[in-house]
């Protein structure tokens, strides 16, 4: 159920619309282990959960809802093997990055710019090393709020561009696409988004000596 309240005169609350999605029964949903949510820049709020069949077996879904829509919640399967412990939404919002217990990295697209279709055709795997850690390469894009001026009706006025580097760039400065992951034994991986749309990834021990370690859940 969802209940969104707007305040009132006098610092009261109005009810403004309540809502209820489909009840499922407990034997086939349960809450993911550890639960991953994340929020975009667009009102969109990706969030994790399992679904159990009868016959036991587990679904890993992302679930992505729109904060101005909330009764409107688009169900991903993920096709994740282990518990996702990570998600990520890059800069603009569109694409969501989601990591598991098992290495396993996938970069969730928005089919035709419609935030109800998800598509994943690209990722990255460390096998078998829980990813504990995720985020986009910076793209150099970043503003600064002048709260002086937040009531301001330009929005010229209310942000001006922060100087800031990008993570990585390509010949002639364009800002490279992708994304870092520390595992849970202390490898740092990046994968980069090559134009052609293939995926080259390194990676480095944070350590002389990896130390593996297993999270409870993760078992």
């Known amino acids: 159920m969802c209940d969104l309240r707007r305040p009132a005169a006098g610092g009261m609350m109005d009810l403004a619309y309540v809502c209820e999605w489909e009840k499922w029964s407990k034997s086939t949903h349960c809450p993911s282990v550890p639960l991953a949510c994340a929020w975009s ?8 959960m399992d679904l159990r069949s009868d016959d036991q077996d587990l679904t890993r879904m992302i679930h992505i809802l729109d904060t101005e829509h909330p009764w ?3 169900s991903i399967p993920s096709d994740h093997r282990e518990a996702i412990t990570c998600l990520e ?23 035709d710019h419609l935030a109800n279709s998800w598509e994943s055709s690209v990722g990255s795997l460390v096998e078998g ?23 301001a009706s330009s929005f010229g006025e209310k942000f001006s561009r922060v100087k800031f580097s990008p993570s990585l760039t390509l010949f002639g400065g364009k800002p490279m696409e992708g994304w870092i992951a520390v595992t849970v034994s202390g490898l ?7 134009p052609s749309g293939q995926v ?11 130390v593996s370690l297993c999270h409870p859940g993760w078992s």
Do not use: Y
Not at 131 to 148: C, P, Q, R, T, Y
Not at 188 to 194: A, D, E, I, W
Not at 200 to 210: I, M
């Open 72 to 74: 409107d919640l688009h």
């Open 129 to 151: 090393d829980p990813i504990v850690a995720l985020s986009w390469l910076h793209n150099g894009v970043k503003l600064a709020l002048h709260v002086e001026k937040s009531g």
């Open 89 to 111: 939404w890059d800069q603009s919002g569109s694409r969501l990055l989601s990591a598991d217990a098992d290495g396993q990295i996938k970069c969730w697209s928005m089919a």
């Open 41 to 48: 820049c667009r009102n969109l709020i990706a969030f994790t």
């Open 200 to 210: 080259l990834t390194s990676t480095e021990s944070l350590c002389r000596l990896r």
């Open 188 to 194: 740092v991986t990046v994968s980069l988004l090559k």
